[in-house]
């Protein structure tokens, strides 16, 4: 007799376990689809979790540490670059002014 299962659930790893799993497949004596298997995930998956590692981006975020979405980050680093770009036409005003000033006064002088 045939045991039908209803559909499950995939699990979610956390940051640290996805590190842990990543971590034992680099042991020595350790294949990826064997470490694979004992953690019930396809082995394309730890292939792309130790290709996120070897970049940097597999990184476990402590529960404290604020996270900021990419289109908030996109969004913040443009308007840094508009007042960044203000900032220097405010600049060289500034120093425009100074040195017409500076003019006038040694014609006054």
């Known amino acids: 007799m045939i045991e039908i299962l209803g559909p499950e659930r995939r699990k979610r790893r956390t940051p640290q376990e996805k590190m842990a799993i990543v971590q034992q497949s680099f042991e020595s004596g350790m294949s990826v689809s ?50 960044q770009r203000l900032l220097g036409k405010k600049q060289w005003k500034m120093n425009f002014l100074k040195k017409l000033s500076s003019i006038d006064v040694k014609k006054s002088g």
């Open 34 to 83: 064997m470490v694979a298997r004992q953690h019930g995930i396809a082995a394309s998956q730890l292939f792309l979790w130790r290709k996120q590692y070897r970049e940097g981006s597999l990184t476990a975020v402590t529960a404290s540490a604020h996270v900021v979405p990419v289109s908030e980050l996109a969004s913040a680093i443009k308007q840094i670059k508009e007042l």
